[in-house]
């Protein structure tokens, strides 16, 4: 069975840092671009990242760009969302999304279990 599940949110401090886990099982993430998304509550879902199957490449919605950064090791099969610099407007719950080839073109077609990530003083 294909599963992806992120992990790692938690309840931090405005300028403070997390790391997501995105772990894939039943499926290699070697051949395939992961994006993450976030939802906040009343929002729609919106994709703020993403990276290519090699790590070469990689995307940033302008609100995050300098402060989120993605990376991935195939060899664990898992990516990676680092988070610096977190601030209230940050708050929702995080996604990663398998897309359907190597680069990041859009078409997801699997969205994991999400983890909340809460920024509050």
């Known amino acids: 069975q294909l599963q992806l599940v992120a992990s790692g949110g938690g309840l931090v401090q405005p300028g403070g840092s997390l790391r997501l886990s995105c772990a894939a099982s039943g499926f290699t993430l070697d051949y395939y671009a992961i994006g993450w998304f976030r939802q906040a509550p009343g929002k729609e879902r919106e994709e703020i990242s993403c990276i290519s199957s090699s790590g070469d490449s990689t995307k940033y919605v302008s609100s995050v760009k300098g402060r989120f950064t993605t990376s991935r090791d195939n060899a664990k099969n898992t990516v990676y969302l680092q988070m610096n610099s977190l601030k209230p407007e940050d708050t929702a719950v995080y996604y990663c999304?398998?897309?359907?080839?190597?680069?990041?073109?859009?078409?997801?077609?699997?969205w994991g279990q999400g983890t909340q990530v809460t920024v509050s003083s």
């Open positions: 999304a398998k897309g359907p080839s190597r680069l990041c073109v859009g078409g997801y077609d699997y």
